[in-house]
């Protein structure tokens, strides 16, 4: 079976080298490519948070992996693709959810996407309090210690040569 996907839109913003933290003060502009119609975003600004779903286009295929230690830190346990959110994916697919600040045209303004500049955007969700019916989340301990500085304030602009 083949699935054939088209992005929707495409990333934009100052994080152009994959690292793994400090996504905090990340802003980024999701706009329109040129085949999807204007009203296409209209309705979303009555919403506080998105779901993205975009693709890691920058992984290469030699870099999947099915399994291993998170980050490659053997403090915590092997496990498999699927236990974690790394972005070496067997299909590349990211799925992140943020704030939405804004929407100008075209272009929604987030924060909180751990996408890279350029990214393609395969779609776009507004949040559902009905969707989000969790009270409590359970999870290893080690995710707490990988995600430590995850959503903070990166110390300088992390770019390639930088």
């Known amino acids: 079976m083949d699935i054939l996907l088209q992005p929707v839109a495409t990333v ?7 690292t793994d933290d400090f996504w905090g003060d990340t802003i980024s502009a999701i706009t329109l ?7 296409a975003f209209d309705g979303l600004e009555c919403f ?7 693709y890691f286009d920058q992984v290469e295929q030699s870099k999947i992996v099915y399994s291993g230690h998170p980050r490659g830190n053997k ?10 959110r790394k972005k070496d994916r067997p299909n590349h697919i990211g799925l992140c959810r943020v704030e939405l600040i804004e929407r100008e045209g ?6 909180m996407l751990d996408a890279l500049d350029g990214t393609p955007v395969l779609d776009i969700k507004p949040v559902f309090k009905e969707f989000s019916q969790i009270v409590q989340i359970k999870q290893p301990e080690w995710v707490g210690e990988l995600m430590q500085n995850y959503w903070k304030i990166q110390p300088e602009l992390v770019s390639k040569g930088k």
């Open 75 to 84: 403090n915590w346990p092997k496990v498999g693709i699927f236990a974690q």
């Open 12 to 18: 934009n913003n100052r994080r152009d080298y994959p």
């Open 48 to 54: 506080s948070h998105l779901e993205i779903i975009y």
């Open 33 to 39: 490519l040129p085949h999807l119609p204007d009203d």
């Open 106 to 111: 075209r272009t929604l303004w987030v924060k």
